[in-house]
């Protein structure tokens, strides 16, 4: 069973920083891309970023683009996602994605998400 778990979402303060994780089981995530995104109430979807399999970052969202960070670790079959800088706007339900596939070509109806982890960044 096809299966992506998020977690490490939590409570953090204006400038702080935290990391989230994403396992993996159920498919070979050696050959994968992931992808994270986010949703808060009231706003829309916005695509953060994304690790090709070799490793490739992608940037969706340019306001993050000097602020988070994506790894992957393909023997723990966990992708993590480095927040720094957090702002009041990074509050949102946090997921990962993947449609299998190796390359970042952005997040489609293919994409397979997890259940998310909740960020909220207040004083």
């Known amino acids: 069973q096809v299966q992506l778990v998020e977690s490490g979402g939590g409570l953090v303060q204006p400038g702080g920083s935290l990391t989230l994780s994403c396992a993996a089981s159920?498919?070979?995530?050696?050959?994968?891309?992931v992808a994270w995104l986010r949703q808060a109430p009231g706003k829309g979807r916005e695509d953060l970023l994304c690790i090709s399999m070799r490793d490739t970052t992608t940037y969706y969202l340019d306001s993050v683009k000097d602020r988070f960070t994506i790894s992957r670790d393909n023997d723990q079959k966990t992708v993590r996602l480095q927040m720094n800088m957090l702002s009041l706007e990074d509050t949102a339900a946090y997921y990962c994605a993947t449609d299998f596939g190796p390359n970042c070509l952005g997040i489609g109806s293919s994409h397979v998400w997890g259940q998310g982890t909740q960020v909220t960044v207040s004083s």
């Open positions: 159920g498919f070979n995530l050696d050959y994968a891309a």
